[in-house]
T-cell receptor, first 112, second 113 residues
Framework: QKEVEQNSGPLSVPEGAIASLNCTYS??????FFWYRQYSGKSPELIMF????GDKEDGRFTAQLNKASQYVSLLIRDSQPSDSATYLC????????????FGTGTRLTVIP | DAEITQSPRHKITETGRQVTLACHQT?????MFWYRQDLGHGLRLIHY???????NKGEVSDGYSVSRSNTEDLPLTLESAASSQTSVYFC????????????FGEGSWLTVV
C-alpha cells in the first residue's frame, strides 16, 4: 500500500509571499510525482509533474523532488488570493502503466 | 476540445437501490479511473481500466463494479447503494504516454439516504 502524506493545514500566507507545500511518500519505487490544485467544489486540476531529482520551474510554481528522502514539495512564489485552494500531492509508479496515489491535500489560504 | 464528462452531476438515492454513474471521455485515452473523495481520506481509487474489456479493482472496490465496452466510456455501478457510499465521485483518464498525467471530470455528488 502506497502512502502519501501531506500536512492538512490550513496554511496561511500573505499575498506576495512564498507558499511552501510539502509531501512525503512511502514507496521507494515511485517514479512520477504530481501536484494538483483543487478549488472548493471543483475537480482537481494538474499544476505540474516532476520525475527527476532536483527542481522544476513553471511560472510561479517550482516543484522539488528528493527521492533519497522520499520528499516532494511545491513552492508558489508571489502568492495570489486566487491561489487559495487545496493542493494535492500524487505519486505514481513507472510511466504509462500505473494509477496515482493521492495525499489528503493541504489547504492554502492567501491573505490579501 | 476533448473533454471528460460525468453524469449525473448530483443524485440522491435510497439505500439498496442500484445506481450507475456515467463517464465519457473524448480524448481517446486508454486509461480510465474512478476515484471517490471523502473528508480525511483524500482521493481513493475504486476501479480502473487500461483498455477495452480490461477492468481492475482499486483500493476501495467493494460494492462497486465497472465495465469497459469501448474506449470512451467507463460507467460505475453501485450494486446496492449504502449510506457509506455517499461521496463525491471523480472519473479520470490518461493516455499513459506522458507519464501518468491524469485528467479529471467535474465530479458526481452522490447522496444515499
Amino acid at each position: 500500500q502506497k502512502e502519501v502524506e501531506q500536512n492538512s493545514g490550513p496554511l496561511s500566507v500573505p499575498e506576495g509571499a512564498i507558499a511552501s507545500l510539502n509531501c512525503t511518500y512511502s514507496d521507494r519505487g515511485s517514479q512520477s510525482f504530481f501536484w494538483y490544485r483543487q478549488y472548493s467544489g471543483k475537480s482537481p486540476e494538474l499544476i505540474m509533474f516532476i520525475y527527476s531529482n532536483g527542481d522544476k520551474e513553471d511560472g510561479r510554481f517550482t516543484a522539488q523532488l528528493n527521492k533519497a528522502s522520499q520528499y516532494v514539495s511545491l513552492l508558489i512564489r508571489d502568492s495570489q488570493p486566487s491561489d487559495s485552494a487545496t493542493y494535492l500531492c500524487a505519486v505514481g509508479g513507472q510511466t504509462g502503466a500505473n494509477n496515482l496515489f493521492f495525499g489528503t491535500g493541504t489547504r492554502l489560504t492567501v491573505i490579501p | 476540445d476533448a473533454e471528460i464528462t460525468q453524469s449525473p452531476r448530483h443524485k440522491i438515492t435510497e439505500t439498496g437501490r442500484q445506481v450507475t454513474l456515467a463517464c465519457h471521455q473524448t480524448w481517446n485515452h486508454n486509461n480510465m479511473f474512478w476515484y471517490r473523495q471523502d473528508l480525511g481520506h483524500g482521493l481513493r481509487l475504486i476501479h480502473y481500466s487500461y483498455g477495452v474489456q480490461d477492468t481492475n479493482k482499486g483500493e476501495v472496490s467493494d460494492g462497486y463494479s465497472v465495465s469497459r465496452s469501448n474506449t470512451e466510456d467507463l460507467p460505475l455501478t453501485l450494486e446496492s447503494a449504502a449510506s457509506s457510499q455517499t461521496s463525491v465521485y471523480f472519473c479520470a483518464s490518461s493516455d499513459g504516454s506522458t507519464g501518468n498525467t491524469i485528467y479529471f471530470g467535474e465530479g458526481s455528488w452522490l447522496t444515499v439516504v
